[in-house]
């Protein structure tokens, strides 16, 4: 199939839809880079489809001809489209929310951050779940709960709204948590909102998230070993 360098990877799959197999099945939502839901690997690489533009796609890969595949995150529905539905038992395991908020200032209407703060994790907080980084990680697809369910609990342990922190830790520490991590880097190497996922991991590990705050001590009832598999 011939197509312009400018056509989005999303725009390549509706033509091919028109032109030449309305059966093809993918899925996408807001095509703006983020929802997530057009994770797919082109030649073995987790990506957003609504993100790569054909002609990026050649001077990355330096070919014409790619290998279209759905992300291995979680079961296929059909061709490029997966269960989202299992991917997402990952990260509602992590509960991604502030589960006990911690009082705001009296007379104030809303809890205020500092700057300085903030800037600890705010880059974190640009994960859309895409899965792109589980699906590259080369522990997320046997006891490992993934690299953005572990983001995920990370940020929420650098908010000072978070007042369950020991609840948080457990997870961290257990046997599906950041232990499983093979520091291969790969997450942060394929997310395309660009955040170090592995550099938050690591400090998870290493029970700190900057200079001024101290060490996260081991969580009560819970180990930091656990057996490779």
Known sequence: MEVGGILRFTDLFRKINEEQDPTLA?????????????????????????????????KAFRSTIFKIEPITIAPVVRDLIVDLEEAYTRIEKVKPYVIQPAEKQPGAIEYQLSPRVLEQYVEATRCINCFCCATACISSHKNFLGPNA????????????????????????????????????????????????????????????????????KVKGATREHKQS
């Not at 095509?31 to 533009?53: D, F, R």
């Not at 950041?178 to 909102?193: L, Q």
């Open 26 to 58: 993918w899925n996408s939502s807001c095509e703006h880079g983020q929802c997530g839901t057009c994770a797919i690997k082109v030649n073995g690489k987790p990506l957003l489809a609504c993100e790569l533009l054909v002609e990026n796609a050649i």
């Open 150 to 217: 572990m983001l995920t609990s990370i940020v929420r342990l650098m908010d000072p709204r978070e007042q369950a922190k020991q609840e948080r830790l457990k997870v961290l520490y257990s046997q599906e948590g950041i232990y499983r991590c093979h520091t291969s880097m790969a997450c942060t190497f394929v997310c395309p909102k660009q955040i170090d996922v592995a550099h938050f991991i690591a400090l998870a590990k290493a029970g700190t998230y900057d200079q001024e705050q101290p060490k996260l001590g």
